[in-house]
């Protein structure tokens, strides 16, 4: 969440030759404050649906849940308290951001809020239903949505340019997530989380990983070429290397454990390409 919201501010300065520190703080607290409401109400529903127990039973799944209530090192209810505490901070900033650069904060937090909360909560628990809807979201919460919100909430404006300024860091967050479910697939097939994994399998699943790859930097390689990032950003584009070298190493079908490292390298290049990414605007900021 903190590389998209940078993003977006450093966007601002570097097309709009506009920044207002205290409106930027303001969306970095509220954003990591969303980030973590998103993160522990996934580990609250996925516990009352009965994930983590499936997960703890099935022996060849790697958990990938926090493990608070899992284990009862804390009382739901109090798990639940925290949850909705970092939601009302966010709920805070959002409405004083709205006040000073407009109404479309709102929708821009609310949207990401619903997406959050209907992800794994009942009625609807979209990430269960192995559609790609959760692909989506997670592109939309944790690329498009923060980058364009941060970048609006400095210039008062909707542009294209942070749109696909979102791209390549959003479709590297969704590869993380995306290639996290092939930890546990069979706990959530046990306790009917329909996740693509599940549904395609293994060997499907892995060629859409690679694809999830490739898109994201391609996306990086058009937005240099439209100009939303100077020439050396392409510099992230060697953060792959280390990334393809894992994909070479799995077979169509493979014991948890060995996804492991594919995990790690899509964390490593995420925030290695972004941070990259960061400071090729953050030169051209200063150069212009």
């Not at 619903?114 to 192995?130: S, T, W």
């Not at 990983?209 to 060697?238: D, E, M, R």
């Not at 925030?271 to 030169?283: D, E, N, S, T």
Request: proline share 4%; net charge positive; with cysteine.
């Amino acid at each position: 969440m903190i590389i998209p919201v940078l993003l977006g501010g450093l966007g601002a300065i570097v097309w709009n030759d506009t920044f207002h520190p205290l409106l930027f703080v303001l969306t970095f607290i509220g954003s990591i404050a969303a980030h973590l409401f998103s993160n522990m109400i996934n580990d609250l529903w996925d516990f009352r649906n009965g994930i983590d127990t499936a997960a703890k039973e099935t022996a060849s799944t790697i958990s990938t849940n926090s493990g608070f209530l899992a284990n009862g090192t804390i009382a739901e209810r109090t798990f639940s308290i925290i949850t909705w505490s970092l939601f009302a901070v966010a709920l805070i900033c959002g409405l004083i951001l709205s006040i000073s650069s407009g109404w479309l904060v709102l929708v821009f937090g609310g949207l990401g809020a619903l997406i959050a909360y209907f992800y794994v909560a009942p009625p609807i628990k979209f990430g269960y239903r192995g559609k790609g809807y959760s692909e989506i979201a997670i592109l939309l919460s944790f690329g498009v949505l923060p980058t364009l919100g941060s970048y609006y909430v400095q210039t008062m404006q909707v542009d294209y340019r942070p749109i696909l300024l979102s791209l390549p860091i959003g479709l590297l967050t969704t590869l993380i997530l995306f290639n996290h479910h092939f930890l546990h697939w069979q706990a959530d097939q046990s306790a009917g989380k329909r996740t693509l994994v599940v549904v395609w399998g293994e060997k499907r699943a892995l060629v859409f990983s690679k694809c999830l790859f490739v898109l994201s930097y391609v996306s990086l390689i058009a937005c240099v070429i439209n100009g939303v990032f100077p020439y050396y950003a392409l510099l992230a584009l060697l953060t792959a290397i280390p990334f393809y070298r894992v994909y070479k190493n799995l077979k169509s079908e493979n014991p948890s454990p060995a996804y492991l490292p594919l995990m790690g390298a899509s964390l490593k290049a995420t925030i290695r390409g972004g941070m990259i990414m960061m400071l090729a605007l953050l030169v051209q900021a200063i150069l212009q």
